[in-house]
């Protein structure tokens, strides 16, 4: 369910041109580094929102915005690099796809399916800890990237925990960034909750969610091209 914040609204441009070097074209025209090391790998976590108000329109933008996100990390050119977890999250949360290559849960990965009430943003928060916690690398010889936690919402956390307290721990563990899908989301909440306050963003509708994740996607591409962390990267997000 939905709440108003209190302070002025904005939404943090998104600039795909900016995200990713010289290299090779892919989706959409945007241009990929032209080698990402199989040896390197990361966990990425996509916790949405499924709550009563994202029901009909915003559910299937959400749906498709976050399908075209995981094709982006599903790329050739990633080499199988990355880890996909998803989880829905209202008065419960739920884990729709644990870890599996993006290649994978780009062909079955489903829609956003709108149940129960409230919008329990700490426990969405705790399971993506725990997903976290129960993954295993694979072998020795492949390098983890830290991981990087997508939380959208379009509402404010009702639920009977507090959030901060668990959002402290992922952030420890991985990079957090918060997306507002709406006026109605609770801004001041959602900065907290990322690594900093760049790493929250507001869209205002299903482009927009679009965009960005397809600039999160190509930068994250980027980062794991250059075998590094993306922490800095996923913080300067712009659009033309």
């Not at 299937?60 to 999250?89: C, M, T, Y």
């Not at 390098?143 to 919402?153: E, G, K, S, W, Y």
Request: proline share 4%; aromatic share 4%; charged share 25%.
């Amino acid at each position: 369910m939905n709440s108003q914040s209190g302070n002025s609204m904005r939404s943090m441009p998104v600039n795909i041109g900016h995200a990713v070097p010289a290299g090779t074209l892919g989706r959409g025209g945007v241009k990929r580094p032209a080698w990402v090391s199989a040896g390197v790998h990361q966990r990425v976590v996509l916790v949405l929102d499924a709550s009563p108000s994202m029901a009909g329109e915003k559910a299937r933008e959400a749906s498709d915005a976050a399908l075209a996100f995981v094709r982006e990390l599903a790329e050739p050119v990633n080499k199988g690099g990355f880890d996909v977890a998803v989880i829905q999250f209202a008065g419960r949360a739920k884990v729709t796809e644990n870890f599996r290559p993006a290649s994978d849960l780009a062909s079955r990965m489903g829609k956003i399916e709108v149940r129960g009430f409230r919008t329990n943003i700490a426990k969405a928060l705790a399971l993506a800890e725990e997903v976290m916690e129960g993954a295993r690398t694979e072998d020795g010889e492949v390098r983890q990237i830290r991981p990087a936690v997508f939380l959208m919402t379009d509402g404010a956390h009702n639920g009977w925990s507090n959030p901060d307290v668990v959002a402290e721990r992922v952030k420890a563990k991985a990079d957090v960034i918060t997306v507002a899908f709406g006026m109605d989301a609770d801004e001041v909440a959602l900065r907290r909750w990322a690594t900093s306050p760049q790493h929250f963003y507001r869209v205002t509708d299903g482009r927009e969610l679009r965009n960005l994740l397809a600039a999160a996607g190509a930068t994250l591409t980027k980062t794991m091209a250059a075998g590094g962390s993306a922490t800095r990267a996923l913080a300067g997000l712009r659009r033309q």
